[in-house]
């Protein structure tokens, strides 16, 4: 059984408590919030391990306070799982590309939130224990989301800070953009191979700073994707 406790933030009474039900009997501690406004409230006075956020809510829409969630230091790292009936691509993109850890689409059954719920949980452990990640005068640090250039912070979305981390742990290897996006995205996430590019010129973008640009060493490769290579010039 786990201690773990879970927000549960949709304004439709009968999922809140079908979701509440389930986990439950997992194990799981609940809580419960019925919109955005008392959702804020309640992660920031209380700890959580994960919010299940419903998209659609008045007032302030689960995409809205997930924005919110991620701008402030002392939440950006909260583990969220999106709960909506949007189904189409530009909608899962653009839920993962605020910062969602993971995306489930209305409806869905309770086994297949409490495995997602499960991999994030585990994924998470796995991060908490990883030690900080340097190369040319580029440190990555897992524990505190953060990227420093020559201990310059660096300001970088949250998917741009997965894929620098997969890249930074994986080098000199050439990786096409499918496979980028099952290890980044995941295989669960079905968006588009531009995505990546997209996704790649922002990274680069914000690994540049007034003394030196470590955007160079995400190196393209013709024909195949991209490469992170330390005979990339950071400097």
Not at 14 to 43: F, K, W
Not at 103 to 115: D, G, N, Q, V, W
Request: aromatic fraction near 6%.
């Amino acid at each position: 059984m786990t201690s773990a406790t879970i927000l549960i933030v949709d304004d439709e009474t009968a999922i809140r408590e079908m979701i509440r039900v389930g986990l439950e009997l997992a194990g799981y501690e609940c809580l419960e919030a019925s919109n955005g406004q008392d959702a804020h409230g309640i992660i920031v006075d209380q700890r959580h391990d994960l919010v299940l956020l419903d998209w659609m809510m008045p007032v302030t829409s689960g995409l809205e306070l997930l924005r919110r969630l991620r701008r402030d230091e002392l939440t950006r790292d909260l583990l969220v799982i999106m709960l909506t009936a949007k189904d189409d691509e530009d909608n899962r993109v653009q839920g993962l590309d605020v910062g969602a850890d993971d995306y489930i689409t209305k409806p869905f059954s309770s086994r297949e939130l409490m495995a997602r719920i499960k991999a994030i949980m585990r994924r998470s452990t796995n991060r908490d224990e990883e030690e900080s990640i340097e190369v040319a005068g580029l440190k990555l640090d897992p524990s505190s989301h953060r990227v420093f250039v020559d201990a310059t912070p660096l300001d970088m979305g949250p998917t741009e800070f997965k894929l620098l981390k997969f890249f930074m742990t994986h080098q000199e290897r050439a990786y096409s953009r499918g496979q980028l996006l099952d290890q980044v995205w995941g295989t669960n996430v079905y968006v588009e191979e531009r995505t990546v590019d997209v996704h790649i010129r922002r990274l680069r973008k914000a690994l540049q700073t007034e003394l030196r640009d470590c955007g160079l060493l995400i190196q393209t490769v013709r024909g195949t994707g991209y490469r992170f290579s330390t005979t990339g010039v950071c400097a």
